[in-house]
């Protein structure tokens, strides 16, 4: 059976019991929420990827609750590292870095490079303390779904599974962390996050590419041109095409951020803050409402571009169909 349990010492002892077994853990992070399990252990890691539908070569971000154990997972950690380290953890960000001998393939999928972060929540450092390991967690949704934000979101993913959830409320960030490889000759931005590229440079005082440099780069899930989408079409729209649009006619749910709605039925409206902090922190809320409400279409208000809004605009640019011209019922869910 999969519960919900509020975190204190008896349901932490319980997780830590069941990571120890080999079964995962869904715990909250400021970012998304994880399902964690003992990145030391091959089995356990395979649970996850069988329970999340995951392709195996999807490497995994090892969970850390002290900057120190960093050393246990990567080879060497190089200065721009440890900048990183001082400047952003525990918080929103994940360094990828050479990987020490021993950790097991499951967790790298393979790759020479391992992905590791310290994460702020109070609850995830407690397990992770309580556990006395690195734990990999990724996000506690199905592959290709809209990542979790809230325990209950956990729950709707994998209510029939057998899974604790550790309640730690909604997820102050409320999108995923933001990934930097430092094991190349430039860092380089492979998924954006909070932490912007602005921000890693000013820690750096040097460049960082926006995305992948080389060739042929590690493979990060998200980096699919699909991700992070409701099974209703998705649309992006400008404000004003929606206030033109006859909205008591068409069978749409609307994402709104300016707009207010009007004339439109509240249960198909979702109105996200103006500020890029705010808006983060409910879209995946407000993205799972949408998809519940059982209209054939989401439309998203379009939301500002700049560095604040990078993120943002990179998972809407994933949950969405391009244009209208492709906007025709999916052809199932993505997986
Ligand atoms: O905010 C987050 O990072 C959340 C919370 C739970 O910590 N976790 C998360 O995990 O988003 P996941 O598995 O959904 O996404 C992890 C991403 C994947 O896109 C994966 O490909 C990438 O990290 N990744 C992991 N190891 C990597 C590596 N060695 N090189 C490049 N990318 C890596
Ligand atoms: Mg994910």
Known sequence: MTYI???????????????????????????????????????????????????????????????????????????????????????????????????????????????????????????????????VAPSANRYGCTSPSRAEHVHDEFKDSDLLILDGGACQVGIESTIVDLSGAEPAVLRPGRVTVEALQEALGADVAAGPVAFERPRVSGDRARHYAPSTATVLKSADAIESADLRRADVFVVARTLKPGEIKPERWAQLPVDPEGYARGLYAALRQADRAGCSKIWVEQPPSGPAWRAINDRLKRATTPSDADEGPRAGRLR
């Not at 003992?38 to 356990?44: G, P, S």
């Open 5 to 135: 349990a509020q975190p204190n010492a008896t349901t932490i002892a319980e997780a830590v019991q069941r990571l120890r077994n080999g079964r995962p853990v869904a715990f909250p992070t400021e970012t998304v929420y994880g399902l964690g399990a003992d990145a030391r252990r091959v089995e356990a890691v395979e649970a996850v990827y069988r329970m999340k539908g995951r392709p195996a070569d999807h490497p995994l971000i090892v969970h850390v609750a002290d900057p120190d154990d960093v050393r246990a997972w990567a080879l060497k950690v190089p200065r721009s590292a440890e900048r990183l380290i001082e400047t952003f953890w525990p918080g929103p960000l994940t360094l990828v870095l050479a990987r020490a001998a021993g950790v097991p393939d499951a967790v790298t999928a393979g790759q020479a490079t391992v992905a590791v972060r310290m994460p702020e929540h109070p609850v995830a450092h407690a397990l992770i303390r309580a556990f006395g390991g690195g734990l």
